[in-house]
């Protein structure tokens, strides 16, 4: 598959930094997915001590064959790993990708975090890799992740019914998010603002 992002891409601003997930990486981010057990959370997919080495080789050999791109999140202020994310689905030819595997530790969540990190992968997938759309899917009962999803500005597309089976057999409803190109200056503009908010405390 087409290399589309070269390596290493690093994204930044005042809140977080993203970096190139490596395998250095996986006490930090067991630091960070302790806080708060997350991998208990059925609906979501988060390392846990027996499975994090197999997660980092696999998103890694993704990254290697060119279909996904993990980071590490790290607090830009503190220097410590908070959660990970990446962009996958990554199809060039048709100038589309999706943003997802994102988790952070509990302490950092409902803060900043997920407003910058989007804020920066968007920017990056709309103004450098010129995407006509970026998708942005969740489980259809992690109704906290739907709902940051839809404070973002994305639209939602529709619900995928029966459209995975679970590890323990379980079927997966997904809900399919979306932004458009067109759509990006104003969502911009709302992160910007969400960002502004944040920092300012109001």
Not at 53 to 62: G, H, K, M, P, S
Not at 110 to 118: M, S, W, Y
Not at 143 to 149: G, H, Q, T
Request: proline share 2%; net charge positive.
């Amino acid at each position: 598959m087409q290399k589309w992002i070269a390596h290493p891409l690093e994204l930044e601003d005042d809140t977080v930094k993203l970096v190139p997930l490596k395998r250095e990486h996986r006490d930090g981010l067991l630091a960070a997915a302790s806080d708060g057990s997350l991998w208990e959370l059925w609906y979501t997919s988060v390392p846990s001590a027996e499975t994090i080495d197999a997660y980092i080789a696999t998103a890694l050999e993704q990254q290697k064959k060119g279909e996904e791109y993990p980071f590490s999140v790290i607090d830009a202020q503190s220097g410590k790993i908070i959660g990970c994310t990446r962009f996958y689905g990554m199809q060039p030819q048709h100038k589309r990708l999706e943003i997802g595997y994102t988790w952070y530790a509990k302490s950092v969540q409902r803060t900043g975090v997920n407003t910058a990190c989007k804020r920066l992968l968007l920017a990056y997938a709309f103004e450098q890799l010129n995407c006509i759309a970026v998708q942005i899917v969740t489980d259809w009962f992690n109704l906290r992740s739907r709902a940051a999803i839809a404070r973002l500005g994305a639209k939602q597309d529709g619900v995928l019914r029966n459209h995975r089976i679970n590890a323990d057999g379980s079927y997966r409803d997904t809900v399919v998010f979306s932004i458009t190109n067109s759509e990006w200056h104003g969502v911009k503009k709302n992160l910007d603002y969400k960002m502004l908010t944040y920092n300012c405390g109001l």
